[in-house]
């Protein structure tokens, strides 16, 4: 039996990022599932979560845009204060927008469809992945929040309610986070509510990190038989 393993770094004109597959790539993939990671990691920070989804995904690992130092990338810089996080919106935006343009490439090169797309990372991939589907709620069928959070600055380009009811989400995080504190995960369960999105939330006593728990959470909300992206039947 061969492994699942990170694929070689992909760099095409083709697609708005660059990329790793997790390799055995499925033949003709049922689903498609972008894990983003966080800012300073680089796309393997969660190849291991990636190997252990069924195996007829098609699992891409995005490397973000912007170089934060020698092997580190991010999708935008931010400062933490006294006042909490401080982004640079600009910079945000454009890699909201890279990867609305990428999901769509990928969908069209291996002929998977938005209803079988689920985006998810940790900590500012986190914050990618809900910027991407509640922006662009008909690109991806659901979206994982990993110790991130939901950027109050893509309020202006939300999508319209009837897409976002159709989504599906996922909000983990950590009690002791004392990067992103929890009362962000919080203010997440509530938005999404207010929003109508379908979703989950769960808490641990963990700290800024993605733990085992946290991992099964992730895996056990994605393989639910009632995710739409795991329905056997159809496309």
Do not use: N
């Amino acid at each position: 039996m061969v492994l699942p393993t990170p694929g070689p770094l992909v760099e095409s004109p083709d697609y708005a990022l660059a990329f790793r597959l997790i390799e055995p790539v499925p033949p003709v993939p049922r689903r498609l599932l972008l894990l983003l990671h966080g800012v300073g990691g680089q796309e393997g920070q969660l190849a291991s979560l990636g190997a252990e989804v069924a195996r007829d995904t098609l699992v891409v690992l995005p490397r973000a845009p912007r170089s934060v130092g020698e092997g580190m990338f991010g999708w935008f810089r931010v400062a933490f204060t006294a006042q909490g996080p401080r982004i640079v919106p600009e910079e945000a935006e454009e890699s909201r927008q890279a990867l609305v343009d990428f999901i769509g490439q990928l969908q069209a090169h291996h002929d998977v469809p938005p209803a079988r797309t689920v985006v998810a990372g940790f900590s500012q991939g986190g914050i990618l992945s809900a910027s991407v589907a509640l922006t662009a709620p008909r690109a991806v069928a659901g979206f994982a929040v990993l110790c991130g959070r939901i950027l109050p600055e893509i309020a202006p380009r939300l999508g319209p309610r009837e897409a976002l009811a159709r989504l599906h989400a996922l909000v983990v995080h950590g009690r002791g986070d004392d990067k992103l504190p929890v009362a962000w995960a919080e203010r997440a369960d509530a938005w999404l509510a207010d929003l109508g999105v379908p979703h989950v939330l769960r808490l641990h006593d963990a700290g800024h990190a993605l733990t085992a728990a946290m991992r099964a959470d992730f895996l056990d909300w994605f393989a639910a038989p009632k995710q739409p992206w795991m329905d056997t039947e159809g496309a």
